[in-house]
């Protein structure tokens, strides 16, 4: 595709569900970012894929979040037993290693109620 | 292990008047810096980028930053805002040393430009 695609671009969940955000990264893009941006605050880092390498979990809040990339494309965040303080607009990244530019999809704005 | 502080969080300035965003990081090691812009509602576009070669470079919509290794600081430059720059502005960093395997990037916090008629 011409872009990151993330989908949904909103959703809303009651609390206590287990919700599902996905993006596909631009074709050919081996490192790919997942980010939080709550209301106000600037761009927390969660995740970080490069390549076949092990991913760089540092950022993950809490043991409720995990991430997986399938076949070094799609990516999917997935938080469980989601809590009102996960409300936020969650962004993905993916780049080229050798420009390490970020293209950034348009984010998938999570309400939990 | 590398941070990025944007020194204003609101910038109002009048429109056709220059502003400057400032920027400064630290890093143990060589870093690439960039310029993000996010519009309202919207996904994060990069401005402009600071790799290697000139210190001064020039982004889209008429911005340039200017890399100042012995001042830590990248900061973001326009000669004449127009009210459709209001929009916030991130500054990033990414370690030189992830060259080949790749390496996260690193925010500020951001700084709302609110250009004014």
């Known amino acids: 595709g011409a872009g990151v695609s993330q989908s949904p671009s909103n959703k809303v969940t009651e609390k206590g569900k287990d919700v599902e955000l996905r993006c596909d990264p631009i074709?050919?893009?081996?490192?790919l970012y997942w980010y939080r941006q709550s209301l106000g605050q600037g761009l927390e880092f969660l995740i970080y894929?490069?390549?076949?390498?092990?991913?760089?979990k540092s950022g993950l809040p809490s043991d409720r979040f995990s991430a997986e990339r399938t076949g070094g494309s799609v990516s999917t965040l997935t938080i469980q037993r989601t809590q009102q303080e996960d409300s936020a607009v969650y962004l993905c990244?993916?780049?080229?290693?050798?420009?390490?530019?970020?293209?950034f999809g348009q984010g998938t704005r999570l309400t939990v109620v | 292990a590398q941070s990025v502080t944007q020194l204003d969080s609101q910038v109002p300035v009048f429109e056709e008047a220059p502003v400057e965003l400032r920027c400064n990081y630290s890093?143990?090691?060589?870093?690439?810096l960039f310029w993000y812009v996010q519009y309202p509602n919207q996904g994060l576009q990069l401005l402009l980028k600071?790799?290697?070669?000139?210190?001064l470079v020039k982004g889209i919509n008429g911005f340039e930053a200017e890399f100042n290794k012995s001042q830590t600081s990248f900061h973001l430059r326009k000669p004449s805002v127009h009210i459709s720059d209001t929009a916030e502005y991130f500054c990033?960093?990414?370690?030189?040393?992830?060259?080949?395997?790749?390496?996260?990037?690193?925010f500020g916090e951001g700084t709302q430009l609110t250009v004014n008629p």
């Open positions: 990244a993916s780049s080229l290693v050798w420009t390490t530019e970020a293209f």
């Open positions: 074709s050919g893009h081996t490192a």
């Open positions: 894929f490069q390549g076949n390498s092990a991913p760089d």
């Open positions: 890093s143990s090691v060589s870093v690439y």
């Open positions: 600071y790799l290697s070669g000139s210190t």
């Open positions: 990033a960093v990414s370690d030189r040393e992830g060259e080949t395997s790749g390496s996260r990037l690193t």
